[in-house]
């Protein structure tokens, strides 16, 4: 089982920057940042992962950076030259287990927090 905490959320103006952290209760072999919008699908912003490396959205492309740190076990989305349009509650999700990663569907998620750009 893993339990996941994340933070760093706020409200910013267009153009500005937000860092969220993800704290996981043990090692992750992936992980990855969700959103979802009121009225809207859940998307998938970021992926890293120890197979492949890191994958982004197309609507983040250049703007967003995830990274983390093992030691920590803790998890980042930078988020840069934030838009309106990326208001929505963020996501973490993380598994410990290759062939769980590999097929791309998480299990373990955390609680959200929200970014709110105007």
């Known amino acids: 089982h893993v339990q996941l905490v994340e933070s760093g959320g706020g409200s910013v103006q267009a153009g500005g920057s937000l860092r969220l952290s993800c704290v996981a209760s043990t090692y992750f072999y992936c992980a990855a940042w969700f959103r979802q919008a009121p009225g809207k699908e859940r998307e998938r912003v970021a992926i890293i992962d120890n197979s492949f490396g890191t994958s982004y959205a197309d609507s983040v492309k250049g703007r967003f950076t995830i990274s983390k740190d093992g030691a920590k076990k803790t998890l980042y989305l930078e988020m840069n030259s934030l838009k309106p349009e990326d208001t929505a509650m963020y996501y973490c999700?993380?598994?410990?287990?290759?062939?769980?990663?590999?097929?791309?569907?998480?299990?373990?998620w955390g609680q959200g927090t929200q970014v709110t750009v105007s």
């Open positions: 999700a993380a598994d410990y287990r290759r062939d769980v990663c590999s097929r791309g569907v998480f299990e373990y």
